[in-house]
């Protein structure tokens, strides 16, 4: 590691830093602007000058940007030196002459980055007294408002949003200082990623539309360390809550999994937090099919009399934390209880576990893919079913770019140079789904097909690699060799596959290709998405019940009460068997955090704690289980369902309960044993020496908070189960990293101030504990050659049925159930939708943005759906998008076209 001299102090610098980011790392003060840890230099703004000496002897030096000079042995600057602090002071005063007085009503006031520089800097007046530059805002859609004439013109978000994230539609225009960023014309943002330009622009030029309609000041926020509950990778984020509402999610820094970004579902989705539709208070049912609301002694009293007069089934859900599907399986017993999954998706997540848990090697972090250097995408629309790690496949696609970087000593730091040095070179990266992705840009070739031929390819794959002959069209051939021949010839093969097809020979194919490469001595790596937050959790928490055997042991009689954990059954099965069991029953539990179709069937609704409510874990697609913090505290009798489940009351403490579960789960299932870890990380354990705040030590109106209640301030609750105080009082400054609520430090009041937490500027947090892991068995599943997996799939409609075939396909904003109850949403998503073949389209007389009605088949008949006609979508199949209702893959469907369909005067931009 090079020794540089900074003010005549020597310091030991990472090799290969810039003096910015060596600067920031040794925990001196330097402004910027247009630098990113994520993003790189591009010397932009001219706001982190320093003076560079030649040697000792020099006292003149020269100006240089700390962005754009690489540290050597020996190097000599000043950052306090008074033309180094002139020029910055400068160029401040330069970016402020348009900049309006709007701090105090700016909603990125208090945590601005511009304010933060401009203290930093000592530019406390103005001397312009001409008029402004001024500009027209632009509407953007439902997720981001937009005031252009805060704008400093640094370039960071149309290098996020195009560079780095991939978007096309947000664009620099103009010239000289009329600089202007946003769309060609208003319209919303067409990324999934469009949420990180709040975080990412360092004024408020971009800020949180759904927050604004609610603001609270970053100061007079409540949080905690939290984790996405959006899809399976598990992303890490802070939940921001203020007079018993969820205010905003922030992306909380994890250098494995998601680093600095969330995609929008991730931050925008759990508005249903605060939905109407939120149950709050414990319902029994009436005579007449209401509600009548019960106080929670009662609500547990009459719990407790069903568990004990009745037989017994639980129903998990994959969306429920550990704790609550393990509290319902210890009280039904394993006998009686189903995990919660379709029949359908129940044996995949089971084949899923097996494949990327019990080879040896566990699935990589969304950083190592990011290292892969050439990638095989199998059936999986990962832009919508798992977003972050699409965003770390277009990083993993610029990796070429960076090896060409190295021979021609251009840093990796420098952006714009490992860009243009390699023009459009990118990783070779190969994508076969049923429809094109969001990723077409980045892959070296693509093919959309059914769910059948997308195996048999994978399966032509492996036989390549081993060096076996194919026949195939020369289209699928030309594919099927691009990709067995990169990912031989690389040095850290990725395949990425999932469930979300419903697919078994995918799956397996995928896992062939990974076994024929490490044949070959390679160490590939093999990452499958799964569908939910906790599927991995609950699948390792196994029942002997599937949702079909469940179901049909209601509607036969053979038990006569079902508690159903967070989950709409009406999701994973036949709405008529759904509904014909709980018909059956005689006694319907249900907990659940919104309303939803299975709870209007049930006897007694309780009302269950949303992430933000509560305490618990999830395990994610690698594995890793991690810990959600609860935010604040719960309005009503809400409560979280694995305290329901266990029967908490008022004089029992929830701690010793949620700790006793969390063991006796670890005793009795092997594979989660190190939960124990976890556990034992939640609480204080040595890690910290007081309880860390959740609020900061600015939050104000605690004492008048609740006047309308009582006028004497109450007293602040005692939290016993984690490391955290309800209160500004606690040790914020010595917390472990991974433990922060939120990230200040003196002169950092915005999200940049997280590189004080970090071990090196864009590194590892400081003090983080090791990651936990569930630990699995080796692999019982053996990939056969031989038998229909491996054999021919025409690809042509599958005989026996009538009408269209279905495929499940996936979007962004809608398919998943809880996100779907959040207004901005719902306006992103759209209509429900379906894609079509050109001739099955022209069969049916119907065009894009026409209106179909399912008049019969495998799926509850009545729906209709917009059309979209796609060339990509196979004859005879039809890609129905996954939402609200069962949509069994492979069923057969026939459409009539709408008569009464009203089209939209216009499309908007959807995943």
């Given at each position: ?60 030096g ?32 330069w ?19 511009l ?124 939940p ?18 998601n ?38 002694t ?88 798992a ?64 769910p ?10 492996t ?31 990725l ?36 569908a ?88 994610n ?62 609480g ?17 109106g ?14 602040t ?140 088949g495998?799926?509850?008949p ?33 459409f ?16």
């Amino acid at each position: 590691m090079p020794k540089i001299i900074i003010d005549n102090k020597e310091y030991e610098v990472a090799d290969g830093d810039n003096l910015l980011q060596a600067c920031l790392s040794r925990g001196i003060d330097l402004p910027y602007f247009c630098w990113h840890p994520a993003m790189g230099s591009v010397g932009a703004c001219r706001q982190c000058a320093v003076v560079q000496y030649q040697d000792e002897n020099d006292e003149r030096g020269r100006i240089v940007m700390g962005c754009m000079t690489p540290v050597s042995e020996g190097l000599r600057i000043s950052v306090d030196a008074n033309n180094a602090v002139n020029f910055r002071a400068s160029v401040i005063e330069w970016l402020m002459l348009n900049h309006p007085h709007d701090c105090p009503v700016c909603e990125e006031g208090g945590e601005c980055h511009l304010q933060d520089m401009t203290v930093m800097t000592g530019h406390t007046s103005r001397r312009y007294t001409g008029k402004k530059r001024t500009f027209e805002n632009q509407y953007l859609g439902p997720f981001i408002n937009h005031e252009m004439n805060r704008c400093i013109t640094c370039y960071r978000c149309v290098r996020y949003y195009k560079d780095y994230a991939g978007g096309t539609d947000l664009q620099a225009l103009g010239s000289r200082n009329r600089m202007y960023f946003g769309r060609t014309e208003p319209g919303v943002l067409e990324s999934e990623f469009s949420g990180n330009l709040v975080e990412v622009c360092p004024t408020g030029v971009f800020t949180n539309k759904p927050f604004s309609e609610s603001y609270t000041r970053k100061w007079d926020l409540q949080s905690a360390p939290s984790v996405c509950m959006g899809c399976a990778v598990g992303c890490n984020t802070s939940p921001g809550e203020r007079y018993g509402n969820l205010k905003r999610i922030q992306n909380r820094y994890n250098e494995d999994i998601n680093s600095y970004f969330l995609c929008d579902r991730g931050r925008f989705g759990s508005g249903y937090v605060n939905s109407e539709k939120r149950i709050r208070n414990a319902g029994l049912r009436c005579e007449d099919g209401s509600f009548e609301i019960i106080d929670k002694t009662d609500a547990l009293n009459r719990f407790a009399a069903i568990v004990k007069d009745n037989k017994l089934i639980g129903i998990g859900s994959p969306r429920a934390s550990v704790e609550s599907n393990y509290a319902l399986r210890a009280l039904v017993g394993e006998a009686n209880y189903c995990a919660g999954f379709s029949d359908a998706e129940a044996p995949l997540v089971d084949l899923a576990i097996d494949l990327s848990q019990g080879h040896g090697k566990r699935a990589p972090t969304l950083k190592r893919v990011e290292a892969a250097d050439a990638v095989l995408l199998l059936g999986e629309d990962v832009s919508n079913t798992a977003p972050r790690l699409a965003l770390s496949l277009r990083q993993t696609s610029r990796n070429v770019s960076k090896e060409m970087a190295g021979p021609a000593s251009i840093p990796l730091w420098q952006d714009a140079g490992v860009r243009g040095h390699a023009q459009s070179a990118l990783t070779p990266v190969y994508s076969a789904s049923v429809l094109p992705t969001r990723l077409e840009d980045i892959c070296t070739d693509s093919i959309c097909t059914t769910p059948e031929r997308i195996a048999y390819l994978g399966n032509c794959i492996t036989q390549l690699i081993e060096g076996k002959s194919v026949e195939l069209d020369e289209a699928d051939m030309a594919f099927v060799n691009g990709a067995a021949q990169a990912l031989k010839s690389a040095s850290n093969p990725l395949v990425v596959s999932g469930t979300s097809l419903l697919n078994e020979a995918v799956l397996h194919a995928a896992a062939q290709i990974t076994e024929a490469l490490k044949a070959l001595a390679q160490e590939p790596d093999l990452l499958l998405c799964f569908a939910e937050v906790n599927s991995v959790g609950a699948g390792l928490i196994t029942g002997a019940l599937s949702m079909h055997s469940a179901l049909k042991k209601l509607t036969d009689g053979s038990v006569d009460t079902a508690i159903v954990l967070e989950n709409d059954l009406y999701r994973r099965a036949e709405s008529e068997k759904v509904a014909a069991a709980l018909s059956a029953a005689s006694q319907v539990v249900g907990l659940d955090v919104v309303e939803n179709a299975t709870l209007e069937q049930a006897t007694l609704v309780l009302p269950a704690a949303s992430f933000a409510e509560t305490e618990g874990c999830c395990i994610n697609y690698e594995g890793r289980a991690q810990q959600f913090y609860q935010v604040y505290e719960p309005q009503g009798d809400i409560m979280a369902a694995w305290a329901w489940v266990a029967g908490i009351s008022k004089e029992s403490t929830e701690t010793d309960v949620r700790e006793k579960l969390i063991s006796d789960c670890a005793i009795e299932l092997p594979c989660l044993s190190r939960l124990t870890h976890l556990n034992r990380m939640a609480g204080q354990s040595g890690r910290t020496a007081a309880k860390i705040p959740r609020q900061t030590h600015r939050f104000s109106g605690r004492t008048a908070m609740n006047a309308n209640v009582s006028v004497h301030e109450p007293r602040t609750s005692e939290d016993v189960n984690s490391p955290f105080s309800f209160s500004m009082e606690g040790d914020s400054a010595a917390q472990p990293g991974d433990l922060a609520p939120y990230v200040w430090a003196p002169g950092w009041n915005s999200n940049q101030s997280v590189t004080q937490y970090q071990e090196h500027a864009g590194g590892a947090l400081r003090g983080a504990a090791d990651a936990v892991f569930v630990s699995h068995a080796a692999s019982t599943t053996t990939l056969e050659k031989t038998g229909p997996i491996f054999g021919k799939a025409s690809g042509k409609v599958r005989e026996g049925g009538a009408g269209l075939c279905l495929v499940p396909v996936y979007c962004v904003f809608g398919s998943d159930e809880l996100s779907a109850h959040t207004s901005e949403m719902q306006a992103r998503a759209g209509r429900a939708r379906i894609s079509l073949n050109p001739q099955d389209a022209k069969a049916l007389h119907v065009k894009t943005g026409d209106g179909l009605y399912c008049s019969t088949g495998e799926i509850t008949p009545g729906q209709s759906y917009e059309v979209l006609v796609s060339a990509s979508m196979q004859q005879g199949f039809v890609g129905l998008v996954q939402g609200a209702a069962y949509l069994p893959a492979g069923a057969w469907v026939s459409f009539v076209r709408d008569e009464n369909w009203a089209r939209q005067p216009e499309v908007i931009a959807r995943g």
